[in-house]
């Protein structure tokens, strides 16, 4: 039935009979949607026993149960006036006294071998009965499975379309029709370039024939790519809202099931239904689930993806193509997927969703607290220049942390200690107020994390400091030092990588020079310095021993971290030298640490004193302490490592 088509009185009632008995597919409504059935189990009961009811007590006739001695009694008084002999029981009637009505009666029968000689001696109207168990036999088993048949289809009916025995090969798509899906692309922020593309589309299926005109074609399929939680399924239901067509989401996974064939079969259901819709959008997500390339599986591949994906393949751009169908998919690995989908006549366009800059993180911040309550005083630039990196779900986590943090302390209004408490908590973990340390632990700790702070505010590259605490949180952090970039930044020179290398050596340099041995506090420090050191000399060619040669790994998720390394590229002569580049980066970037930290040793003691006093410093604070010592020690730091300049 059309979408838009109106229903005549009564008919809903027939539509859920119809769907309950199994006899047809329900109708939809008027929003596309299949009608909510109301029906529940007890109504059935409570039918049965009615029914039984009223056959028990109106309709059959009243008999009255007396034992055999009184039936013997009214017998022999002459009372009976008729009498049917059964296997197991004697009906008749009594004649009645005066102006009573005669009375049916029923007693069980006895073995009585003078019975009949008695009702020919009272000449009473007597029979035999035979009772046929053929209908009975047959009752007694038609009625339960009849029985149990009706709560089957109840409970499969309960359990949705998709769960059935027989519907296996039925899409699981969840249609939203043109005013189900409510989301337009107001509600998106941060990302407007990938909105301006997808705006087209809309275009596309609003107006066809402006495009149509001039020769061009509707897109066959968008692939949206980008990292986890930036707004990719947003996106997707924005279009489907502006557009005002009927919209198909469906995950990847979902496609395929244990049974050989299933995920082909779901395909050409799912391309079947959004044709009766056209024009409409088909939205798969994760599609990486369903689209990885054939043939890279080294152990076998799995013949049911691959058929499922070559349905897909098909059905996008086969001999049979679907009109007005528009396919969108969002994934965040897009080098896994097979080529064959990201040709164009298939996915034609690819748009990238990336992570949002300060002024999009600013604007999502401002969608996210439409709805709640802020304190005057809460900036939300500058909650935004204090999330990097942060995408729409994490600015949305983080305004619903902070709102969750002010309820708790019976606020009025979100105000931002509330925000920066939240921003610690997403970033950091939960703060262990509670865990018992040790008095020498703690100085150790101090004196860590002000040799970061410290070598953050010496270096000219470095972020501004934020805020330094020695609380522990999380899995594994001890204490942290906070900094704030000042501008979103896309590339980084050579001073800048040595200036944050720096950094991250600050407190194992802080360690060693105040107590004259060092801790495992450091790992984390090491191993991203390591990185950076190799990175610069593998990745980027900025040593002039090993010239401008990149060492490439082996290629890695475009949009997730990098859990593994790729074989070697090049020969053993050329690891150990850049082995040796690696460890003299690091080596010159410790000794100018250790001079940075001596030259402002008493700046370091009062900082490292003052986190024991108080646990959280601010970068203000330290910033005052620095104006009060001697000025010029960033300017008179020590050149460059020379290892690079040779």
């Not at 209908?135 to 038609?142: C, G, Q």
């Not at 709560?151 to 009916?157: G, T």
């Not at 599986?297 to 013949?303: E, L, Y």
């Not at 897009?334 to 300060?358: C, H, M, N, W, Y």
């Given at each position: 039935?059309?979408?838009?088509?109106?229903?005549?009185?009564?008919?809903?009632?027939?539509?859920?009979?119809?769907?309950?008995?199994?006899?047809?597919?329900?109708?939809?409504?008027?929003?596309?949607?299949?009608?909510?059935?109301?029906?529940?189990?007890?109504?059935?009961?409570?039918?049965?026993?009615?029914?039984?009811?009223?056959?028990?007590?109106?309709?059959?006739?009243?008999?009255?149960?007396?034992?055999?001695?009184?039936?013997?009694?009214?017998?022999?008084?002459?009372?009976?006036?008729?009498?049917?002999?059964?296997?197991?029981?004697?009906?008749?009637?009594?004649?009645?006294?005066?102006?009573?009505?005669?009375?049916?009666?029923?007693?069980?029968?006895?073995?009585?071998?003078?019975?009949?000689?008695?009702?020919?001696?009272?000449?009473?109207?007597?029979?035999?009965?035979?009772?046929?168990?053929?209908?009975?036999?047959?009752?007694?088993?038609?009625?339960?499975?009849?029985?149990?048949?009706?709560?089957?289809?109840?409970?499969?009916?309960?359990?949705?379309?998709?769960?059935?025995?027989?519907?296996?090969?039925?899409?699981?798509?969840?249609?939203?029709?043109?005013?189900?899906?409510?989301?337009?692309?107001?509600?998106?922020?941060?990302?407007?370039?990938?909105?301006?593309?997808?705006?087209?589309?809309?275009?596309?299926?609003?107006?066809?024939?402006?495009?149509?005109?001039?020769?061009?074609?509707?897109?066959?399929?968008?692939?949206?790519?980008?990292?986890?939680?930036?707004?990719?399924?947003?996106?997707?239901?924005?279009?489907?809202?502006?557009?005002?067509?009927?919209?198909?989401?469906?995950?990847?996974?979902?496609?395929?099931?244990?049974?050989?064939?299933?995920?082909?079969?779901?395909?050409?259901?799912?391309?079947?239904?959004?044709?009766?819709?056209?024009?409409?959008?088909?939205?798969?997500?994760?599609?990486?689930?369903?689209?990885?390339?054939?043939?890279?599986?080294?152990?076998?591949?799995?013949?049911?993806?691959?058929?499922?994906?070559?349905?897909?393949?098909?059905?996008?751009?086969?001999?049979?193509?679907?009109?007005?169908?528009?396919?969108?998919?969002a994934t965040n690995r897009p080098e896994i997927l097979d080529p064959a989908l990201l040709r164009p006549g298939r996915f034609d366009r690819q748009i990238l969703v990336d992570r949002p800059d300060i002024n999009g993180r600013e604007a999502i911040l401002k969608i996210h607290?439409?709805?709640?309550?802020?304190?005057?005083?809460?900036?939300?630039?500058?909650?935004?220049?204090?999330?990097?990196?942060?995408?729409?779900?994490?600015?949305?986590?983080?305004?619903?942390?902070?709102?969750?943090?002010?309820?708790?302390?019976?606020?009025?209004?979100?105000?931002?200690?509330?925000?920066?408490?939240?921003?610690?908590?997403?970033?950091?973990?939960?703060?262990?107020?509670?865990?018992?340390?040790?008095?020498?632990?703690?100085?150790?700790?101090?004196?860590?994390?002000?040799?970061?702070?410290?070598?953050?505010?010496?270096?000219?590259?470095?972020?501004?400091?934020?805020?330094?605490?020695?609380?522990?949180?999380?899995?594994?952090?001890?204490?942290?030092?906070?900094?704030?970039?000042?501008?979103?930044?896309?590339?980084?020179?050579?001073?800048?990588?040595?200036?944050?290398?720096?950094?991250?050596?600050?407190?194992?340099?802080?360690?060693?020079?105040?107590?004259?041995?060092?801790?495992?506090?450091?790992?984390?420090?090491?191993?991203?310095?390591?990185?950076?050191?190799?990175?610069?000399?593998?990745?980027?060619?900025?040593?002039?021993?090993?010239?401008?040669?990149?060492?490439?790994?082996?290629?890695?998720?475009?949009?997730?971290?990098?859990?593994?390394?790729?074989?070697?590229?090049?020969?053993?002569?050329?690891?150990?030298?850049?082995?040796?580049?690696?460890?003299?980066?690091?080596?010159?970037?410790?000794?100018?640490?250790?001079?940075?930290?001596?030259?402002?040793?008493?700046?370091?003691?009062?900082?490292?004193?003052?986190?024991?006093?108080?646990?959280?410093?601010?970068?203000?604070?330290?910033?005052?302490?620095?104006?009060?010592?001697?000025?010029?020690?960033?300017?008179?730091?020590?050149?460059?490592?020379?290892?690079?300049?040779?």
């Amino acid at each position: 039935m059309p979408l838009n088509e109106e229903k005549k009185p009564g008919e809903n009632l027939k539509d859920k009979l119809s769907s309950f008995l199994g006899l047809q597919a329900p109708h939809r409504n008027e929003k596309g949607l299949p009608p909510k059935a109301h029906f529940s189990i007890w109504y059935f009961l409570i039918v049965f026993l009615l029914i039984a009811l009223v056959q028990q007590y109106l309709l059959s006739p009243k008999v009255e149960m007396i034992s055999y001695g009184k039936f013997k009694q009214y017998l022999g008084e002459g009372q009976v006036s008729s009498l049917t002999i059964g296997p197991e029981n004697i009906t008749g009637t009594i004649k009645g006294k005066e102006e009573k009505k005669d009375q049916n009666f029923a007693a069980v029968r006895v073995e009585d071998p003078n019975l009949v000689k008695e009702l020919d001696d009272h000449k009473v109207n007597y029979s035999g009965l035979y009772e046929s168990k053929f209908w009975s036999t047959i009752l007694s088993w038609v009625i339960p499975i009849g029985f149990f048949f009706l709560i089957w289809r109840f409970a499969m009916k309960k359990m949705g379309p998709g769960m059935g025995v027989m519907s296996f090969s039925k899409s699981k798509a969840r249609l939203f029709a043109q005013d189900g899906t409510k989301t337009t692309f107001a509600d998106v922020a941060g990302i407007d370039e990938a909105k301006d593309e997808l705006q087209e589309v809309v275009e596309f299926l609003k107006n066809p024939g402006k495009f149509q005109k001039l020769g061009g074609k509707i897109p066959k399929g968008v692939l949206l790519l980008g990292a986890p939680g930036t707004g990719k399924t947003l996106l997707a239901k924005a279009v489907a809202g502006e557009a005002n067509v009927p919209f198909f989401s469906i995950s990847g996974s979902e496609f395929v099931e244990m049974f050989v064939g299933v995920g082909a079969a779901r395909v050409r259901d799912l391309f079947s239904q959004a044709t009766v819709s056209a024009p409409c959008i088909i939205f798969i997500d994760e599609l990486d689930a369903l689209g990885k390339a054939r043939g890279i599986n080294v152990m076998g591949g799995n013949d049911e993806r691959e058929q499922t994906l070559n349905q897909l393949l098909v059905e996008m751009d086969g001999f049979e193509t679907n009109k007005g169908v528009i396919i969108m998919a969002a994934t965040n690995r897009p080098e896994i997927l097979d080529p064959a989908l990201l040709r164009p006549g298939r996915f034609d366009r690819q748009i990238l969703v990336d992570r949002p800059d300060i002024n999009g993180r600013e604007a999502i911040l401002k969608i996210h607290t439409q709805k709640v309550l802020l304190s005057p005083e809460v900036n939300l630039h500058q909650i935004a220049a204090r999330t990097p990196g942060f995408v729409g779900a994490d600015l949305a986590n983080l305004v619903n942390e902070a709102a969750l943090l002010a309820a708790r302390k019976d606020k009025e209004k979100v105000e931002p200690a509330d925000f920066d408490e939240a921003i610690d908590r997403v970033i950091g973990g939960l703060e262990k107020k509670k865990r018992v340390m040790n008095p020498k632990e703690k100085e150790i700790i101090a004196f860590h994390e002000s040799g970061h702070a410290l070598v953050a505010e010496s270096v000219q590259y470095a972020d501004p400091v934020h805020k330094i605490s020695i609380i522990p949180r999380g899995i594994a952090a001890l204490g942290y030092t906070q900094q704030q970039p000042t501008e979103d930044r896309y590339l980084m020179t050579r001073s800048e990588l040595l200036d944050r290398l720096a950094v991250f050596l600050g407190g194992r340099a802080a360690e060693e020079l105040v107590f004259g041995e060092i801790s495992t506090g450091a790992q984390n420090d090491l191993q991203r310095a390591t990185d950076i050191a190799r990175s610069m000399i593998t990745e980027y060619g900025m040593s002039d021993r090993l010239g401008l040669v990149t060492y490439e790994r082996e290629r890695r998720p475009m949009f997730l971290p990098d859990t593994f390394s790729g074989g070697k590229t090049y020969s053993e002569a050329r690891a150990a030298q850049i082995d040796e580049e690696i460890s003299k980066v690091i080596e010159e970037a410790h000794e100018r640490v250790r001079e940075i930290l001596s030259q402002r040793r008493k700046v370091l003691d009062e900082l490292a004193h003052l986190l024991l006093e108080k646990e959280v410093v601010q970068g203000e604070e330290l910033r005052a302490m620095l104006s009060k010592s001697k000025p010029g020690i960033a300017a008179s730091l020590p050149e460059l490592p020379s290892l690079l300049q040779k």
